[in-house]
């Protein structure tokens, strides 16, 4: 008997250092989020050469110059940001030809830097349109599969956007800050290092089937019911078919791929190799026409091999892996190393974590996931083509859509060797070493100037990277009734037309105010309710700031008044 405790306890006790010994290699030398990011923000100084990509893909905060991402572009066209986030979501439905909503998800306990902030009460909401417009005679409709990702954490007053950049050919990671109930809310870039320690290939990430943290799984819908019910949240139902993980994962994997294929675009055909990359859209084009003909083998897919010879990069093109390990929260089907890393973790009092996307203190005091869950986590790449592979092809003829081929079919009459000439006929410049955008090409080979929701910047306010300071108002205290009632809409909007109230300083954004004689009339709305100017009096009826302009007339009968100090602020318009 005695034996036999004797050696339990050695059992457990082996058992015990087998269990630390794990820990420790996995997690306690692990570099923090802050390390990992600040190592990556330093990459491309050491004097080496930077891939082609690189050189004209910049990992930079902001955007390149004359570019945006797709979000700022759907923002800026529609006015603002709306609030609450069931109207963001109605605002990406109405983009839909037939006004489907998009892919929503909710995860409670998921693997962003906002864990913290999400649970069954407000789990963490995503977002993805799944559409392709149609082309008009005078345009490009839009396509979204992969190319737009937004997630709200409600707890956090804070959206995640991943959207793409067609002019720099990149995604863009953005923060919408302060996004709350009578807040100002700030639409900024998120500062790029911290997003790519877990979005390790600048593209989309996603778990793997079966999605267990998702309410794809009825175990985890059914939390989130025991914990506000059964009515949609935000408009997103509670329960979901397994289908939309599924198809949110595809979505996923297609942005991801497009990140590969402008590197095959670019690092396969380097930095001289024009005609590299005339063949690659000619080939891409060839597949798109008729998939199921295409050959492989044929004697201008050798071509493009003879070109990639010399250019190619020795060690391949990685597609990065965008697939993390399934995780189970509900710990029903972990496995045993699994088990015993969430059992011998420091099981402590951690805090709320991270309140929003720039505290990477609190985030990094949460309880450690298994390595190989965990995001942070270096992963391999997918997969690595070589020189003898020709999937960039297959992702070029995928960034067209099925409108922009019925119009190159019709414009050509249907002879695709009419297409390929005219493709043979552009000139070399065109082929310079930049990002591949499908509208540049769609117009040279329409042979028009075509427009394009997503792509012109003219009209846009600059952008803003996620360090900048708020604006406090201590000075000029004639603002904080514009900050209350019209900085939502008028600081910080992507639209330059709507953005008449931003600015660094107090003065400035006084001096900006002041200029804008329009502000009288705006708000005027004893003068013009119930006129044909009533649908330019500010703030707009269907607005949050309208409701508390009225809130606040309802309980201190101050809403003339504080309409009348806002439009005494503004000059006249004749100055006596």
């Given at each position: 008997?005695?034996?036999?405790?004797?050696?339990?306890?050695?059992?457990?006790?082996g058992?015990?250092?087998?269990?630390?010994?794990?820990?420790?290699?996995?997690?306690?030398?692990?570099?923090?989020?802050?390390e990992?990011?600040?190592?990556?923000?330093?990459?491309?100084?050491?004097?080496?050469?930077?891939?082609?990509?690189?050189?004209?893909?910049?990992?930079?905060?902001?955007?390149?110059?004359?570019?945006?991402?797709?979000?700022d572009?759907?923002?800026?066209?529609?006015?603002?940001?709306?609030?609450?986030?069931?109207?963001?979501?109605?605002?990406?439905?109405?983009?839909?030809?037939?006004?489907?909503?998009?892919?929503?998800?909710?995860?409670?306990?998921?693997?962003?830097?906002?864990?913290?902030?999400?649970?069954n009460?407000?789990?963490?909401?995503?977002?993805?349109?799944?559409?392709?417009?149609?082309?008009?005679?005078?345009?490009?409709?839009?396509?979204?599969?992969?190319?737009?990702?937004?997630?709200?954490?409600?707890?956090?007053?804070?959206?995640?956007?991943?959207?793409?950049?067609?002019?720099?050919?990149?995604?863009e990671?953005?923060?919408?800050?302060?996004?709350?109930?009578?807040?100002?809310?700030?639409?900024?870039?998120?500062?790029?290092?911290?997003?790519?320690?877990?979005?390790?290939?600048g593209?989309?990430?996603?778990?793997?089937?079966?999605?267990?943290?998702?309410?794809?799984?009825?175990?985890?819908?059914?939390?989130?019911?025991?914990?506000?019910?059964?009515?949609?949240?935000?408009?997103?139902?509670?329960?979901?078919p397994?289908?939309t993980p599924?198809?949110?994962?595809?979505?996923?994997?297609?942005?991801?791929?497009?990140?590969?294929?402008?590197?095959?675009?670019?690092?396969?055909?380097?930095?001289?190799?024009?005609?590299?990359?005339?063949?690659?859209?000619?080939?891409?084009?060839?597949?798109?026409?008729?998939?199921?003909?295409f050959?492989?083998?044929?004697?201008?897919?050798?071509?493009?091999?003879?070109?990639?010879?010399?250019?190619y990069?020795?060690?391949?093109?990685?597609?990065?892996e965008?697939?993390?390990?399934?995780?189970?929260?509900?710990?029903?089907?972990?496995?045993?190393?699994?088990?015993?890393?969430?059992?011998?973790?420091?099981?402590?009092?951690?805090?709320?974590?991270?309140?929003?996307?720039?505290?990477?203190?609190?985030?990094?005091?949460?309880?450690?996931?298994?390595?190989?869950?965990?995001?942070?986590?270096?992963?391999?790449?997918?997969?690595?083509?070589?020189?003898?592979?020709?999937?960039?092809?297959?992702?070029?003829?995928?960034?067209?859509?099925?409108?922009?081929?019925?119009?190159?079919?019709?414009?050509?009459?249907?002879?695709?060797?009419?297409?390929?000439?005219?493709?043979?006929?552009?000139?070399?410049?065109?082929?310079?070493?930049?990002?591949f955008?499908?509208?540049?090409?769609?117009?040279?080979?329409?042979?028009?100037?075509?427009?394009?929701?997503?792509?012109?910047?003219?009209?846009?306010?600059?952008?803003?990277?996620?360090?900048?300071?708020?604006?406090?108002?201590?000075?000029?205290?004639?603002?904080?009734?514009?900050?209350?009632?019209?900085?939502?809409?008028?600081?910080?909007?992507p639209?330059?037309?709507?953005?008449?109230?931003?600015?660094?300083?107090?003065?400035?954004?006084?001096?900006?105010?002041?200029?804008?004689?329009?502000?009288?009339d705006?708000?005027?709305?004893?003068?013009?309710?119930?006129?044909?100017?009533?649908?330019?009096?500010?703030?707009?009826?269907?607005?949050?700031?309208?409701e508390?302009?009225?809130?606040?007339?309802?309980?201190?009968?101050?809403k003339?008044?504080?309409l009348?100090?806002?439009?005494?602020?503004?000059?006249?318009?004749?100055?006596?």
């Amino acid at each position: 008997m005695k034996i036999s405790r004797i050696l339990i306890a050695l059992s457990s006790i082996g058992l015990l250092a087998v269990g630390i010994a794990y820990w420790t290699i996995n997690h306690a030398d692990k570099p923090s989020i802050s390390e990992i990011s600040q190592a990556l923000a330093e990459q491309g100084a050491t004097g080496q050469a930077l891939p082609v990509h690189a050189q004209v893909i910049p990992d930079t905060d902001l955007p390149p110059e004359g570019t945006r991402s797709l979000f700022d572009h759907l923002i800026a066209q529609n006015d603002g940001l709306p609030y609450p986030f069931s109207d963001l979501i109605t605002l990406i439905k109405n983009q839909h030809p037939e006004g489907k909503a998009p892919l929503s998800l909710l995860i409670p306990d998921g693997r962003s830097l906002l864990k913290g902030q999400a649970d069954n009460h407000l789990p963490r909401i995503l977002v993805a349109p799944d559409f392709e417009q149609d082309n008009t005679p005078a345009g490009l409709g839009l396509k979204t599969q992969g190319q737009l990702f937004v997630a709200l954490v409600e707890g956090a007053n804070e959206i995640e956007v991943l959207s793409y950049n067609e002019g720099a050919g990149r995604f863009e990671f953005q923060l919408v800050q302060n996004y709350c109930e009578g807040c100002v809310p700030r639409i900024v870039y998120a500062r790029r290092a911290i997003c790519l320690t877990c979005h390790q290939g600048g593209g989309p990430i996603f778990s793997q089937r079966p999605w267990q943290e998702t309410n794809g799984q009825l175990s985890v819908a059914n939390r989130i019911q025991g914990a506000r019910g059964n009515d949609p949240y935000l408009k997103v139902a509670i329960e979901q078919p397994l289908a939309t993980p599924e198809r949110y994962d595809e979505l996923t994997d297609v942005g991801n791929f497009r990140v590969a294929t402008q590197r095959v675009w670019l690092d396969a055909c380097g930095a001289e190799g024009n005609e590299c990359r005339r063949t690659l859209l000619s080939l891409a084009m060839r597949y798109a026409d008729q998939p199921g003909l295409f050959d492989a083998k044929s004697e201008e897919v050798q071509a493009l091999l003879k070109l990639w010879e010399n250019s190619y990069p020795e060690a391949g093109i990685d597609v990065p892996e965008s697939d993390l390990a399934n995780r189970d929260p509900g710990r029903e089907s972990e496995t045993f190393t699994e088990w015993l890393y969430a059992t011998l973790t420091p099981d402590i009092n951690f805090g709320d974590g991270a309140k929003d996307n720039e505290d990477l203190n609190a985030f990094e005091k949460l309880p450690p996931l298994p390595p190989r869950q965990d995001p942070l986590t270096r992963r391999p790449a997918k997969q690595t083509l070589s020189k003898l592979d020709i999937d960039g092809v297959y992702g070029l003829a995928n960034m067209f859509t099925e409108s922009d081929l019925k119009n190159l079919n019709e414009a050509y009459d249907y002879k695709l060797d009419s297409l390929l000439q005219k493709i043979a006929e552009l000139p070399a410049s065109f082929f310079d070493a930049q990002p591949f955008s499908r509208v540049k090409v769609m117009k040279a080979l329409l042979d028009r100037d075509l427009q394009y929701c997503c792509l012109d910047t003219s009209e846009m306010s600059p952008p803003r990277v996620s360090s900048a300071p708020k604006l406090e108002i201590n000075e000029y205290p004639e603002l904080k009734l514009f900050e209350q009632y019209c900085f939502t809409c008028h600081r910080g909007n992507p639209s330059k037309r709507l953005d008449f109230m931003s600015g660094d300083d107090e003065l400035t954004v006084l001096e900006k105010i002041k200029d804008k004689t329009e502000i009288r009339d705006a708000l005027d709305w004893e003068r013009y309710e119930n006129t044909d100017k009533a649908s330019t009096l500010m703030p707009p009826k269907d607005s949050v700031q309208y409701e508390m302009l009225i809130q606040a007339h309802n309980e201190h009968g101050s809403k003339e008044e504080a309409l009348q100090q806002m439009r005494d602020t503004v000059p006249g318009m004749f100055g006596f």
